[in-house]
Each structure stands twice: as structure tokens, then as C-alpha cells.
């Protein structure tokens, strides 16, 4: 019973390990502390994955309007576009989030203000100017 338990444990452990570089998202050229080209980036995918959304709603509306002319395969179609739709509406609002993110750092570290405060740094009087 204890070496079921311990197998059962070590391959999870092992799946877990072969899952956790994937979680990790890194784009691939750009140093992750560039802020600025990492809010391009995630404005570019938000604008392609726009583009491909907007596509599949219309062939969605046009399959809707005549689904007569889709035959057999009209069901698969729209169950596919659907998908499809789905799946770009989720990758548009976590691009769209990021882009936000990588701004706001960008824009944080751009606006930094530094103390300009000087020192008195003779010891016989204590004001700072």
C-alpha cells in the first residue's frame, strides 16, 4: 500500500516538473525587462488575434444567415467557430491585460521621481537645504 502511495506521488511529482517550463511565459527576443517592447508586442497580438476574431464572427453571421449551403458539415463548422471564437476572445483579453501591465511598469519607471533633497553635511549645523 505505502509503495502505491509513493509511486503515485513520484509520478505526479515527475508530471509536474514536465509541465512547469510551459506555465512560464517568456517572448522569445525580447529581454523581460524591456517594458516598452513587451507592450508592442502584446499590442501586436491583440490587433492580430482582433483581426482573426472579427473573421470568424463574420463566417459565423454568414453560416447563420445560410446555413443551407454548409450540408452536413454545417453543424462541425459552427461548433468549430464557436471555439475558435472563444478561444480568441480569451487570447485578445490576456494580451489586452498584459499590454496594460507592461504600460503601467513602463510608464512607473519613466515617471520614478528621484529625492533631490540636499544635505547639510557640516556638523555644525543640522538643516538640510
Do not use: C, W
Amino acid at each position: 500500500m505505502k509503495a502505491q502511495k509513493f509511486l503515485t506521488l513520484i509520478s505526479i511529482l515527475a508530471f509536474s516538473l514536465t509541465v512547469l517550463p510551459v506555465l512560464a511565459v517568456e517572448v522569445e527576443g525580447i529581454d523581460d525587462n524591456n517594458h516598452a517592447a513587451l507592450t508592442q508586442y502584446y499590442e501586436n497580438v491583440a490587433k492580430e488575434t482582433e483581426a482573426k476574431l472579427q473573421k470568424n464572427k463574420a463566417a459565423l453571421e454568414e453560416y447563420e444567415a445560410h446555413p443551407y449551403y454548409y450540408g452536413r458539415q454545417g453543424q462541425e463548422f459552427k461548433s468549430h467557430t464557436v471555439a475558435n471564437i472563444r478561444e480568441y476572445e480569451e487570447v485578445l483579453a490576456e494580451s489586452l491585460n498584459n499590454a496594460d501591465l507592461h504600460k503601467k511598469i513602463t510608464m512607473d519607471h519613466d515617471n520614478s521621481t528621484v529625492n533631490k533633497a540636499r544635505v547639510n553635511l557640516d556638523p555644525r549645523t543640522s538643516a538640510i537645504r
